[in-house]
């Protein structure tokens, strides 16, 4: 419900382009930086299988990235310490990987 009204409030199956627009995936090439996906199993907002189409792209280009699939975590992963402290020690291993420091 949230996307579709962000959207203009029309449904995939009724017009697709702009959900399609909208996902990163429909604007991928092989010269993409370093990518860093995480996303919950259990999100109700955005499905992880996107997540995952996503990263089969990615994948599929050759950009490097990392994809930290969290079994059993919904969308707000600031709410509980413990996958607040996981995706922030994510997000440092990774720019220190590809921006240095």
Known sequence: PQ????????SYKNEPEP???????SHL?????????IHGTLDKI???SQSDELVAELRR????????????WNHAMDV???VNRRCIWQM?????????G
């Open 3 to 10: 996307v579709r009204a962000f959207l203009g409030g029309a």
């Open 19 to 25: 959900f399609e627009k909208a996902s990163p995936k």
């Open 29 to 37: 090439d092989k010269d993409d930086p370093p990518t860093l996906v």
């Open 46 to 48: 955005v499905p992880v």
């Open 61 to 72: 280009l050759g950009v490097e990235h990392t994809y930290d699939r969290l079994e059993g």
């Open 80 to 82: 509980a310490s413990p």
């Open 92 to 100: 440092g291993r990774f720019f220190a990987q590809h921006l240095g």
